[in-house]
């Protein structure tokens, strides 16, 4: 079995302020994790993925993720948050071998002016 | 756009009332998905499709009844729906070559739907 969890319903920070959205994962064998994003009212957009090799990911807008295998954990950063980033955030897992993909129940980040 | 295209946008219909949604691909995708968002709660797996064939069927109403009749087309049929039953419906593909395939899925912007 796979599973994901994103211990934030909701993430504060100030514009110009670094941030991370959090993101554990749970499989059986090797993981492929991603991160979408989703704004009011549209269908989640993909932002980045692991497959393998650097456990850094860069991906759209200035996000980046880091894996960490012994932590199992796949935090979604940017260095310098911009209010246009406001919205819904989910992690997602795949265990290779398998079709499925898990997502978390979402992380709400919220950019202040 | 992603290249997955629901239609239509928002949906409002009434509990006897019989509707469909429409979901199609333009990206060879092998595989297709409905999803069901509900406010608060996690992303609900409903239908997976591959080559056309339904695969999984994740314990959903018969009052949903999904058609693919072909790898681009995704339906889903909707009939004496319940308010509980109001959500953002979403359509996803993905391109499943082989067991080891890394790919994530591709979303459409959904469908509002509101049972009244």
């Known amino acids: 079995a796979q599973s994901v969890a994103q211990p934030e319903d909701q993430v504060n920070v100030a514009e110009g302020n670094p941030l991370t959205v959090k993101c554990t994962y749970s499989?059986?064998?090797?993981?492929?994790l991603f991160w979408y994003v989703q704004y009011p009212n549209r269908g989640l957009q993909f932002l980045l993925k692991y497959i393998t090799g650097d456990n850094l990911v860069k991906g759209s807008y200035g996000f980046e993720a880091e894996f960490n295998k012994s932590q199992t954990s796949f935090h979604l950063k940017k260095p310098s948050a911009l209010v246009s980033d406001s919205a819904l955030y989910f992690c997602?897992?795949?265990?290779?071998?398998?079709?499925?993909?898990?997502f978390g129940t979402g992380t709400k980040l919220q950019v202040i002016p | 756009e992603t290249g997955v295209t629901q239609t239509p946008r928002h949906l409002v219909m009434g509990m006897t009332n019989k509707k469909s949604l429409k979901c199609e691909q333009h990206?060879?995708?092998?595989?297709m998905y409905w999803y069901k968002q509900s406010a608060k709660k996690p992303l609900e797996l409903m239908f997976v499709?591959?080559?056309?064939?339904?695969?999984e069927n994740n314990s959903v109403p018969s009052r949903f009844s999904p058609e693919c009749p072909n790898s681009s087309h995704l339906f889903l049929h909707l009939h004496t729906l319940q308010p509980e039953d109001s959500a953002l419906y979403l359509c996803?593909?993905?391109?499943?070559?082989?067991?080891?395939?890394?790919?994530?899925?591709?979303f459409g912007s959904g469908t509002r739907l509101t049972v009244v």
């Open positions: 997602a897992v795949r265990d290779k071998g398998y079709q499925k993909v898990t």
């Open positions: 499709y591959n080559f056309k064939e339904q695969t």
């Open positions: 996803a593909s993905s391109q499943e070559i082989t067991q080891a395939s890394n790919y994530g899925y591709t």
């Open positions: 990206l060879g995708h092998n595989a």
């Open positions: 499989v059986s064998g090797n993981p492929y």
